[in-house]
Each structure stands twice: as C-alpha cells, then as structure tokens.
C-alpha cells in the first residue's frame, strides 16, 4: 500500500502538469506571453513536488524508486520535465510546452493506473551499476523526449507557407509563433547528442551490470534487443548530420521515430515481449 503522502505528492504533480499543459495550449490560441510564464512555474512548482515524491518513496522503501514499471515511469517523467526546463533556461520556445507538458502528463495518468505498491528489490536488481543504469536511462529518455517536442515544433514549421513572423493580438503583444528553422535544428541536435551520450552508458551500464548477474555481457533479452535499435536510430542521426549534412525534415522525423522507440522500448517490450527485463 503507497504511503498516503507520498499518493497525493504525486496526484498534486499530476494536476499541476496537467494545469500547465493546459496553459501552453491555451497559448497557442490566445499567443498571450503570461500564460507562458505562469505554465514554465507551473512546471517548476511541480517538478519540486514531483522530486519531494521521489525523496519520500526512496527514504519509505529505502532505495532508489526504480524497481518496477510504476516506479520508473515517474522517475522517467521527471526526467522529462528537468531537461525541459533546461532547455527552456538554455532556449526559449514558448510552444515547445505545448508538446513536451502533454507527454508528461500522459505518463504521469499511466502510471497512475500502474500498481504503486512498493516490492521487495528482487537480487538481479541489487546492484550499483544497475542504479548507475536508470539514472542514465532517465536523462537519455528525457533528453529524447525533448526532442521529440523540438521535432514536432519543427515539421509543423516547415508547413508554414509564411516566414517566422510575430502575431498582433488582439492584446498587443507580438509573441514569435515559432521560432526558425536554424533555431530548431540546432536545438534537435543538441537535445539527441545529449541524449545519446546518456543512451551509449545506458548500453554500457546494462551490459556490466548483466555480466555480473547472468554471467553474459549480452543476451539479446527483447528490452536489450530495442535498446540497441533506438541507440541505432539516434546514430543514424548523428552519423547523417556529421558525413552528410543532414538537416531539415529528414532528421525531425528521425526525432519523432526515436521516441517512438523509446517508448515501444519502455512500454510495449515489457507488456508485449516478456524476457530478463520483466520485473513488472
């Protein structure tokens, strides 16, 4: 049974994202600058109770929160949300929330249906390096959910016929609708190097921390097998950008499949392709 404080430290986050969100979307209607302010606070506000959740639960269970899918979902959400207010702190883009604060709320209402009640840590689980795995998987999957936003900001701005160009509402204010295509571009391949570094110790991590559990560096376990082809297709993305000079629409969608990896890696090989990864 989860701890009563802890619940509602993370059913407060879950509203206060989803508030949030709801102000970012309603900034792509109203283009109204303070709905942006409020929703970046609104964002910080809960990630500082989202993390005071986090804290509870490790001191409650006495251990890293990351055991089963319930767990790591919300440490990847957290995740998500850090690295979107840094890379809201690094480059301003008001829309971006738009994307990136919905996921995390879908993630936070999924693992509200998950079972929350903590479990013993099971002995494959016991391990230094296995921590040093999740606490790498959480960055590179948010950093890649990052992107995914900066991806999908980029593709609806290539479909404008019309140059960057400032809305007059109705208020006055004249807020950048999105910003150009050069900004986004280098946004998405900051975000995804970022990520992949934190994805290469994900692999490299996982696969010290399998030789001393099953005495195998590599298995080909369903949830290694996904891990190495979303690490492959985020390769391809810098591979391309580096020998090619690849720009544009090719790599947004590149961004967009990535995730969509991520998330069949996370989500759909633990329900779909049971294996040594199925702690859940």
Request: aromatic share 16%.
């Amino acid at each position: 049974m989860m701890p009563v404080i802890e619940r509602y430290l993370f059913e407060a986050t879950f509203w206060i994202y989803a508030l949030g969100a709801m102000l970012f979307l309603l900034y792509t209607v109203t283009e109204k600058k303070r709905l942006v302010s409020v929703a970046i606070f609104l964002a910080g506000a809960g990630l500082v109770i989202h993390t005071s959740g986090l804290v509870l639960r490790a001191v409650n269970i006495g251990r890293m929160p990351f055991a089963n899918m319930y767990e790591f979902t919300i440490f990847f959400t957290w995740g998500l949300v850090l690295l979107y207010l840094f890379s809201h702190r690094k480059q301003p883009i008001p829309l971006l929330g738009t994307v990136v604060m919905p996921v995390a709320v879908a993630l936070m209402a999924g693992a509200g249906m998950m079972n929350g009640a903590a479990r013993p840590l099971m002995p494959a689980l016991q391990s230094h390096w296995m921590q040093a795995h999740v606490a790498t998987a959480v960055l590179a999957y948010g950093a890649f959910g990052v992107s995914f936003g900066v991806g999908v900001l980029y593709l609806i701005r290539e479909s404008q016929s019309v140059p960057v160009a400032t809305s007059a509402s109705a208020t006055g204010q004249g807020q950048p609708v999105l910003p150009a295509l050069e900004t986004l571009d280098t946004m998405l391949y900051r975000t995804i190097a970022f990520g992949f570094l934190f994805l290469t110790l994900v692999l490299i991590t996982g696969a010290v921390w399998a030789e001393q559990v099953w005495g195998a560096w590599w298995s080909w376990d369903p949830k290694e097998t996904w891990a190495l082809i979303t690490w492959m297709v985020y390769a391809v993305f810098l591979h391309g950008r580096f020998t090619r000079g690849w720009q544009g629409r090719r790599t947004a969608w590149l961004a967009v499949v990535g995730f969509a990896a991520v998330m069949f890696t996370l989500f759909g090989v633990t329900w779909l392709m049971p294996g040594l990864h199925s702690y859940n």
